[in-house]
């Protein structure tokens, strides 16, 4: 079985412009987290979707936003991209919302200039 | 605040010595720990975990020891080789989904 998907793998953006990510949970897991891993850092905890609620957000700007779509893949969107958004974006599935395991995806490399 | 952190940033041993990760956490709600290893360009891949009911957890080269007493958390590598060489990270979670990352410690494994 496939684990997480991420895409695009990079990606280069200018400040202002708009940016939407893309991952695909493990077969069979309803839960998708996202993180945002800034270099030389922990990843820290942005977004989490269940059976395509919200059930958690972090301590991000209403910039960042997601959604997550009845096959369970989910989509990071980031609006007025800044310099500071420059990281690598990480995706984690779980079976269920309340799960304690996640695994996490390659991640998606941002680069804002 | 909540936090979970590390003592040191990077750690250097000799390929077949044992190797200890350290982590330190301050939220004693927190009943479930985790260890993940990652490596340059990659996500972060999960070690092993330990709820707080336990106090030692056994992997394969790999064992977890907890201490609720003092918030602290290691992470135990034996016969440390060359593809252990990475990013460690302990992240807590209390049944919230999220999880809580701390800063990571680099092991460096010399041959």
């Known amino acids: 079985d496939a684990g997480v998907t991420q895409s695009p793998t990079h990606l280069i953006k200018t400040r202002g412009q708009h940016v939407t990510l893309r991952c695909s949970p493990i077969s069979g897991h309803k839960s998708v987290s996202w993180y945002q891993q800034v270099l030389g850092q922990g990843p820290q905890f942005i977004f989490q979707y269940y059976e395509k609620e919200e059930r958690g957000r972090g301590n991000f700007p209403d910039r960042f936003s997601a959604r997550q779509f009845p096959n369970y893949s989910s989509e990071l969107n980031v609006n007025a991209l800044l310099l500071g958004d420059s990281a690598l974006y990480l995706c984690?599935?779980?079976?269920?919302?309340?799960?304690?395991?996640?695994?996490f995806g390659p991640g998606t490399r941002l680069t804002v200039t | 605040g909540e936090s979970v952190g590390l003592h040191l940033p990077t750690l250097s041993v000799q390929e077949g010595d044992n190797s200890i990760i350290n982590c330190a956490y301050s939220n004693s709600a927190s009943d479930y720990f985790i260890w993940y290893k990652q490596e340059s360009g990659k996500g972060p891949q999960f070690i092993i975990d330990?709820?707080?009911?336990?106090d030692k957890r056994q992997g394969q080269r790999v064992t977890v020891l907890l201490n609720k007493t003092v918030k602290h958390l290691s992470l135990q590598i034996a016969a440390t080789q060359p593809g252990d060489s990475a990013v460690y990270f302990c992240a807590e979670n209390s049944n919230t989904g999220k999880l809580i990352f701390g800063q990571g410690t680099t092991l460096q494994v010399k041959p």
């Open positions: 984690a599935s779980s079976l269920v919302g309340s799960s304690y395991e996640q695994y």
């Open positions: 330990i709820r707080s009911n336990m």
